[in-house]
């Protein structure tokens, strides 16, 4: 998840930001309150009318799918016929947009045939995938991810285009009649109770009462796997909250041996996809801690490979530097 460089200005792409900038995820309103025009998480006035909730995206129309993105927001598929792993992203980036019915618009972006939107994406591998909100880039991902990590990301990137006030929706023949019959959502079972509602509670900014309900859904079922993970991210989500990435690296920089401040660091650089640096991190204070700081940190490092997914190839590795460690 790591930003798109500011060398697009070609593109008219306008600078770029980082999921990481949840950390600075305003405070709620206060019950009532109405929000301010145009501030973020303001409804949108209606749909917005697109051809298809799958577009194609050329170095000649990517403009108007910028100028799209200024309503709803626009996840870029970029992809080629050759590449296999893009056999096995795209059909869940289509089955997605058409399930999620207008609250984000795919652009496929065929590499081959669109040079100047390769260089601009830096997709230096393929499949690379973007969002595109309000008009600036954010790098999500490469390779190919299963259904549910990809649906974790877009969660986030639906947090960060409601804190920006890109909340339309778009209205496309495919996202209703007999289209939406045919969307592979049709006859899958729906979000447990608790964990939609954990959901909700995240939409809103309510981390605490997302943790609460995930632990609840973890005392019914410890085996649980999707209330651990969500468990895992709502966490980092609520440590940051409040918090700008210059008072925490500041207070890290300040106390190099306090855990806690680097602990910190840590958690920022795994919300702004710096993952082999939050390991690094943990792993080379462990040596000097007493047993409970070790423990925390053997805790927190299990905590970040939820947040990332088991499947992460970086998680083996550093779960064997981690062993090693330990005994």
């Given at each position: 998840m790591s930003v798109i460089p500011p060398s697009l200005s070609g593109m008219n792409l306008r600078g770029a930001v980082d999921l990481s900038t949840l950390v600075n995820r305003p405070a709620a309103p206060a019950p009532g309150a109405p929000p301010a025009p145009?501030?973020?998480?303001?409804?949108?006035?209606?749909?917005?009318?697109?051809?298809?909730?799958?577009?194609?995206g050329t170095d000649a129309n990517f403009g108007e799918i910028l100028e799209l993105s200024m309503s709803v927001p626009v996840i870029v598929d970029l992809w080629a016929e050759w590449?296999?792993?893009?056999?096995?992203?795209?059909?869940?980036?289509?089955?997605?947009?058409?399930?999620?019915?207008?609250?984000?618009?795919?652009?496929?972006?065929?590499?081959?045939?669109?040079?100047?939107?390769?260089?601009a994406f830096q997709a230096q591998s393929i499949p690379t995938v973007a969002a595109v909100i309000g008009g600036q880039p954010v790098q999500l991902f490469s390779g190919a991810l299963p259904e549910g990590q990809v649906r974790e990301v877009l969660h986030r990137v639906f947090e960060l285009a409601a804190q920006h006030g890109v909340t339309a929706m778009a209205a496309a023949p495919e996202a209703s009649g007999d289209a939406e019959a045919e969307a592979p959502a049709a006859g899958e079972p729906e979000l447990p109770p608790l964990h939609q509602e954990a959901f909700d509670a995240i939409d809103r900014g309510d981390y605490d009462a997302a943790i609460a309900l995930y632990k609840t859904a973890l005392a019914?079922?410890?085996?649980?796997?999707?209330?651990?993970?969500?468990?895992?991210?709502?966490?980092?989500?609520?440590?940051?909250?409040?918090?700008?990435?210059?008072?925490?690296?500041?207070?890290?920089?300040?106390a190099p041996d306090d855990l806690q401040t680097q602990l910190a660091v840590a958690d920022l650089d795994l919300s702004g996809g710096h993952i082999e640096d939050a390991f690094d991190r943990l792993l080379a204070l462990f040596p000097a801690q007493e047993p409970a700081g070790r423990n925390l940190i053997r805790e927190r490092i299990l905590e970040m490979f939820e947040v990332i997914g088991q499947d992460d190839p970086r998680v083996p590795p550093t779960r064997s530097r981690l062993t090693a460690l330990l005994y």
């Open positions: 145009g501030a973020p998480g303001t409804p949108a006035a209606g749909p917005v009318a697109v051809p298809s909730l799958v577009l194609e590449c296999e792993p893009c056999k096995q992203l795209t059909p869940i980036l289509e089955k997605l947009v058409l399930e999620y019915a207008g609250q984000f618009v795919l652009a496929k972006v065929d590499v081959d045939s669109n040079p100047q939107l390769t260089q019914r079922d410890p085996r649980d796997q999707m209330a651990v993970a969500g468990l895992a991210q709502v966490s980092l989500l609520a440590r940051l909250h409040g918090k700008t990435m210059a008072e925490i690296r500041s207070a890290a920089a300040a």
